[in-house]
């Protein structure tokens, strides 16, 4: 955490550090390890899937879940039913009524569906889930999703997995001036810059998986990602200087020598 | 006694079991290292509270689902 900051908080669970990281995409579950444990975060987003009916090592043996919250997603689900069955076998294994809900319009575009998203989330509210929502970076989608009773909207900075960083910052930010639930940027960052970014707007979290999966390095990426996040709260708890057109000088304009 | 053996869909695949199998005794052979897994039999949850008592039927659709890497 920053010094002077606040944990971040969604419903009942309180965070130190702002980043979010997936667990999706990595060479093996140790280097998944490696990453998750450098960048410091405190929750990881898992998929719900069939079970692998034989020997193996699970995911959940790479995780030290006295430390890391655990947030189950609804991804892979294209309709609000499939992901509101798939939200309460995620409670059901791991007790937690926490979800990250994803519903999404098709396997080309992987954005989300607003309206299935919507209808989902207020099914989900209703049946007790601390329902974090994946969207897309409408203002107004953000509205309706805080009025349905969401502990987090979740826009997406670029489409899933394209490392775009964030295309609409000015959306980013009018989600956030007008959120009295934490705003977590979800989706499209591909490097460092673009969490510093992010957070410079002012939102309250970064969630971001195939931005370290898919470095050259991940473990060296998630450092980055560690330092990024921590950069761009405390530039904008700092309070940026304004942008100006012209030249500002940064040393004294007097006591200078005679001028040859 | 124990009746003919039932026949189901697990995980989309159909499988043989012997009649009056529990979802506990189904976990035993489909998660034998345990973990964190949910079961559902035709579009219903069954909680771990009753997975002692329930037993397959024939015709059941079964999902076995866990936690895997995602994003």
Known sequence: MIPGDTPLQIGSHSFDSRLFVGTGKYATFSQMREAVDVSETECVTVAVRRINMGPGESLLDFLDTERITLLPNTAGCFNADDA??????????????????????????????????????????ADGFTVLAYTNDDPIIARRL??????????????????????????????????SVPVIVDAGVGTASDVTVA??????????????????QPVRMALAMKHAWMAGRAAWLAGRMPARELAMPSSPTTGMINAS | MAGPPVQVTLNGESRDFPAETSVSELLTEVAPQGGRCAVEINRSIVPRSRHCEHTLQDGDVIEVVTFVGGG
């Open chain 1, 84 to 125: 509101v069955r798939t939200a309460r076998l995620a409670r059901e294994a791991l007790d937690s009524e926490l979800v990250k809900l994803e519903v999404l319009a098709d396997e080309t575009t992987l954005l989300p569906d607003p309206l299935a998203t919507l209808a989902a989330a207020e099914a989900l509210v």
């Open chain 1, 146 to 179: 805080e009025e349905i009773g969401v502990a987090a909207v979740m826009p997406l900075g670029a489409p899933i997995g394209s490392g775009l960083g964030i295309l609409n910052p000015r959306n980013i930010i009018a989600i956030k001036r007008a959120a």
């Open chain 1, 199 to 216: 957070m410079e707007l002012g939102v309250d979290g970064v969630l971001l998986n195939t931005g370290i999966a898919a470095a050259d």
